[in-house]
């Protein structure tokens, strides 16, 4: 049982190290434009709160809207077309 209990651990370790190889994080720096998946913008990296945390403002208003991951945020793309 206790072989049995160290290879699993030892299965998820590898899987674990696997998946942190493939993922990246996104950085932005703040001003940049980003959008997000819960709400309409695009919306001001007002922040950086850790690493892959970041605080976003509504640039017409000047407000906070909150504290998003940073896989939630795609980079906003201006158009070239007018």
């Not at 370790?13 to 709400?39: D, H, M, W, Y």
């Not at 970041?54 to 793309?77: C, M, Q, R, W």
Request: net charge positive; hydrophobic share 40%.
């Amino acid at each position: 049982m206790l072989q049995f209990v160290k290879r699993r651990l030892i299965l998820a370790a590898e899987r674990r190290s696997k998946q942190n190889k493939l993922s990246k994080i996104k950085s932005f720096p703040p001003g940049q434009l980003v959008l997000t998946r819960a709400i309409n913008g695009p919306f001001e990296i007002s922040r950086v709160v850790s690493k892959n945390c970041y605080e976003l403002k509504d640039p017409t208003k000047g407000e906070i809207v909150g504290s998003f991951n940073s896989a939630a945020l795609p980079a906003h793309v201006t158009p070239l077309i007018p």
